[in-house]
């Protein structure tokens, strides 16, 4: 495969295939970005605002409580090989913290501020409420995240998160850790899911990301990073390079694909 354009969306570790249609219909939105000439990074932060406003996903207005029971903290990460990198961590009010980190990317902090100040990040928007009890049994969600090449060649990664559950008020995991929960580079981007600390300890996404420079294939190097885990701990990671996409974890995991081939 060669790819010219094209992104990939998961909805978490531990997501079952039902939730898959909201993975789709982010996907596509952010495929038509790409198909339109636009950046990879806006397409991986519009992908991660439908499914942050999906509220079906634990990240956004899906997100779990922590332990206190009435707290919601979020975390989200995003960057690009063309050298855009921004981070935010247990943000509280925002609707859409993948866009808060999206402008700590691309904007000075005093903007970003303003932009609080303004309400143009939006105000946290919690569904829990509106969603009937009996669709969080047995579920337990995790990350949302997105990678995407764009008609340039630039990569991009973008993971946004609740946490996990059972959570401490102040902890942070994985998502919003560059290498950790995403990277990207000139050999392609990838996202992580599943148990952060566990997931920083191994550096999971700079680990499969050497992999893949290192001239193992994309696939390869995805499962062999889902391998360093024992089955206990839930992980996944979806990646993208110039010759194709892949996606490996050891639970199930909604996701979707849509790449343009040259
Ligand atoms: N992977 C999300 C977290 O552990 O916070």
Redesign the pocket.
């Known amino acids: 495969m060669d790819i010219a354009f094209g992104v990939v969306v998961h909805g978490g570790a531990g997501t079952p295939e039902t939730l898959s249609d909201g993975c789709k219909e982010a996907c596509r939105v952010a495929f038509d970005i790409l198909g339109a000439g636009g950046q990879a990074l806006e397409a991986v932060v519009e992908a991660c605002r439908i499914m942050e406003d999906d509220g079906r996903f634990n990240a956004g207005s899906g997100s779990v409580l922590r332990l206190d029971g009435k707290t919601v903290e979020m ?1 989200a990460g995003v960057m690009d090989s063309a050298g855009k990198l921004g981070m935010v961590m247990n943000m509280r009010g925002f609707r859409n913290p993948v866009k808060a980190a999206r402008a700590a990317a691309v904007e000075r902090h005093e903007k970003i501020c303003a932009l609080l100040k303004e309400g143009r990040l939006g105000e946290l928007n919690p569904l829990w409420g509106d969603i009937d009890s009996s669709f969080f049994e047995g579920l337990s969600c ?2 949302v995240g997105a990678v995407a090449v764009d008609q340039r060649g630039v990569f991009a990664a973008a993971a946004s ?1 609740g ?2 559950t059972p959570m401490l008020v102040g902890r942070v ?3 919003p850790m560059i290498g950790c ?1 995403f990277y990207a580079g000139p050999a392609g981007a990838f996202a992580a ?5 566990e ?1 920083i300890r191994r550096m999971l996404a700079k680990e499969v990301y050497d992999r893949l420079a290192r001239g193992d294939d994309l696939l390869s190097a995805c499962r062999g990073g889902t391998g360093l885990f024992p089955e206990n701990i839930p992980v996944g990671l979806i990646g993208i390079s110039p010759g194709g996409y892949a996606a490996s974890a050891n639970r199930p995991m909604a996701h979707h694909a849509m790449v343009r081939e040259h």
């Not at 899911?193 to 600390?197: A, F, K, P, V, Y």
């Open positions: 975390d995790d990350t998160t946490g996990a995991g994985d998502t929960g899911t599943g148990i952060g600390e997931i």
